[in-house]
């Protein structure tokens, strides 16, 4: 693989860019790489760099491109969209049309509001949950992250992980008071805080994390703080922007059967066009502005170019629920069914955690991950030589033992066969 026009289009970026990229985790950096590859294009389940070389996506941009890249329906609609205009700071019909969609699929939510970004639709729901409970403080889980507004950004997930950190710098201490956390799945701890502590307005919690590598749920613990809420006047936000559209059509809630106060959404609601959403009960989101007094607002929410990316991205997986999501089951299980064998040949353990159609490769010698203590202590060189063997054979996976692998519609029996050829050489090297 040549990898020249990349690495020389990296050395300008960082003169321009802070560490040359837009968002931390696409820098490559964990994985003992200088520089990472430039996207130039990408259809179905392939993507193309700067250099031409041609890959099998892992990474399918974080999780929107459920169909694939470039899926000719919703390129269909966005080049429709794009006809009649970019934004116009008036509401659309389309809109509409989107937030009905989006209520059908998911029965907690009786209202909805769009946002640019999954940062946006987390940030409003926290507020709306303060001023729900005139309550302060809010109850997060270690390594969930929830975008980068501030009171969300202490013991996160994700970019800060993989650069090694987890509180961002430039917080005020009063909002890091606010903001109380938890390791994941502990109910005897939760339980244990709330009993000392009455002004918790929310916990927000990816139902299923999947920014420390996946963390298989708990269905019992879902239930747990979903009856702790009740009982304490606190609002449950589920943090679905991975999970929703994804691990089924009604996200984490429909699996496990637990429904939250409020959900945001992002990523696959945006078809891979900017949006994020949050919606819940009518009692909640009728205190938002200019029903209520809860302020949130937007210049491009509810864009109509990625409105129409979301509402055709919405449609097509409805319409073909009864299938699709098995399928994407039944891939990834084919993949780390695999992935199991290579690692008995080799002799190079590893804990494999999946939910649908996401999947993390641990390398350790733990039989279970289930904390971020757990992923912490899992081998970071042996991800990082698994990462350089797939990129090198045509195969890009998260540049980050932190991260998913995510699979698409659009991958194909072809391409899982040839993944797996390439683990097999890269478990070899490993074991070297
Ligand atoms: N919530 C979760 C669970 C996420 O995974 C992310 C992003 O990865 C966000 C929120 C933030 O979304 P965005 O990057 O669109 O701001």
């Given at each position: 693989m040549r990898y020249e026009n990349s690495a020389e289009i990296f050395e300008k970026a960082k003169k321009v860019i802070p560490g040359g990229v837009n968002s931390p985790v696409r820098a490559f950096g964990s994985v003992n790489k200088s520089y990472p590859i430039f996207a130039k294009k990408a259809k179905g389940s392939k993507i193309w760099c700067e250099d031409d070389n041609e890959y099998i996506d892992y990474i399918c941009s974080w999780g929107p491109m459920i169909l694939g890249h470039n899926n000719e329906r919703v390129m269909a609609g966005v080049r429709e969209a794009i006809e009649d205009g970019s934004s116009f700071g008036l509401p659309t019909k389309m809109e509409v049309e989107l937030a009905e969609l989006v209520i059908k699929c998911y029965p907690s939510i009786e209202k909805i509001r769009l946002t640019t970004s999954g940062t946006e639709a987390t940030m409003a729901a926290v507020r709306l949950a303060r001023a729900y409970t005139k309550k302060n403080k809010i109850l997060k889980f270690e390594g969930c992250y929830h975008g980068h507004s501030d009171s969300l950004?202490?013991?996160?997930?994700?970019g800060l992980l993989t650069d090694g950190y987890q509180d961002s710098n430039g917080i005020t201490q009063g909002t890091i008071k606010d903001t109380l956390t938890l390791p994941f799945g502990r109910m005897d701890l939760v339980k244990e805080l709330f009993e000392k502590d009455d002004d918790i307005a929310c916990i927000i919690m990816e139902p299923v994390p999947a920014n420390m590598g996946i963390i298989e749920t708990d269905a019992e613990f879902l239930k747990g703080v979903r009856e702790l809420c009740t009982a304490k006047n606190s609002v449950l936000i589920f943090?679905?922007?991975?999970?929703g559209f994804r691990l089924a059509l009604g996200g984490a809630q429909e699996l496990f059967g637990v429904t939250p106060d409020l959900t945001t959404l992002g990523k696959i609601i945006g078809g891979g066009y900017p949006v994020g959403a949050f919606g819940g009960k009518n009692e909640l989101m009728d205190m938002i502005a200019p029903v209520g007094d809860v302020y949130h607002a937007g210049t491009l929410s509810g864009n109509p170019v990625s409105v129409r990316a979301g509402y055709e991205t919405i449609s097509e997986l409805l319409e073909n629920k009864d299938t699709l999501y098995k399928e994407l089951k039944e891939k990834v299980n084919y993949i780390t069914s695999n992935i199991e064998k290579i690692s008995e040949k080799h002799n190079v353990p590893v804990c494999i955690n999946k939910q649908g159609s996401l999947f993390t490769i641990f390398f350790t010698d733990k039989d279970e991950i289930k904390t971020l203590d757990d992923v912490i202590e899992t081998d970071t060189e042996k991800y990082a030589k698994y990462f350089n063997v797939m990129l090198d054979s045509g195969v890009v996976t998260p540049?980050?033992?932190y991260e998913a692998h995510f699979v698409s519609a659009a991958h194909t029996k072809d391409d899982m066969d040839k993944t797996l050829e390439i683990m097999d050489k890269a478990f070899e090297e490993i074991s070297k």
């Amino acid at each position: 693989m040549r990898y020249e026009n990349s690495a020389e289009i990296f050395e300008k970026a960082k003169k321009v860019i802070p560490g040359g990229v837009n968002s931390p985790v696409r820098a490559f950096g964990s994985v003992n790489k200088s520089y990472p590859i430039f996207a130039k294009k990408a259809k179905g389940s392939k993507i193309w760099c700067e250099d031409d070389n041609e890959y099998i996506d892992y990474i399918c941009s974080w999780g929107p491109m459920i169909l694939g890249h470039n899926n000719e329906r919703v390129m269909a609609g966005v080049r429709e969209a794009i006809e009649d205009g970019s934004s116009f700071g008036l509401p659309t019909k389309m809109e509409v049309e989107l937030a009905e969609l989006v209520i059908k699929c998911y029965p907690s939510i009786e209202k909805i509001r769009l946002t640019t970004s999954g940062t946006e639709a987390t940030m409003a729901a926290v507020r709306l949950a303060r001023a729900y409970t005139k309550k302060n403080k809010i109850l997060k889980f270690e390594g969930c992250y929830h975008g980068h507004s501030d009171s969300l950004m202490v013991k996160a997930g994700s970019g800060l992980l993989t650069d090694g950190y987890q509180d961002s710098n430039g917080i005020t201490q009063g909002t890091i008071k606010d903001t109380l956390t938890l390791p994941f799945g502990r109910m005897d701890l939760v339980k244990e805080l709330f009993e000392k502590d009455d002004d918790i307005a929310c916990i927000i919690m990816e139902p299923v994390p999947a920014n420390m590598g996946i963390i298989e749920t708990d269905a019992e613990f879902l239930k747990g703080v979903r009856e702790l809420c009740t009982a304490k006047n606190s609002v449950l936000i589920f943090d679905e922007v991975i999970s929703g559209f994804r691990l089924a059509l009604g996200g984490a809630q429909e699996l496990f059967g637990v429904t939250p106060d409020l959900t945001t959404l992002g990523k696959i609601i945006g078809g891979g066009y900017p949006v994020g959403a949050f919606g819940g009960k009518n009692e909640l989101m009728d205190m938002i502005a200019p029903v209520g007094d809860v302020y949130h607002a937007g210049t491009l929410s509810g864009n109509p170019v990625s409105v129409r990316a979301g509402y055709e991205t919405i449609s097509e997986l409805l319409e073909n629920k009864d299938t699709l999501y098995k399928e994407l089951k039944e891939k990834v299980n084919y993949i780390t069914s695999n992935i199991e064998k290579i690692s008995e040949k080799h002799n190079v353990p590893v804990c494999i955690n999946k939910q649908g159609s996401l999947f993390t490769i641990f390398f350790t010698d733990k039989d279970e991950i289930k904390t971020l203590d757990d992923v912490i202590e899992t081998d970071t060189e042996k991800y990082a030589k698994y990462f350089n063997v797939m990129l090198d054979s045509g195969v890009v996976t998260p540049p980050s033992k932190y991260e998913a692998h995510f699979v698409s519609a659009a991958h194909t029996k072809d391409d899982m066969d040839k993944t797996l050829e390439i683990m097999d050489k890269a478990f070899e090297e490993i074991s070297k």
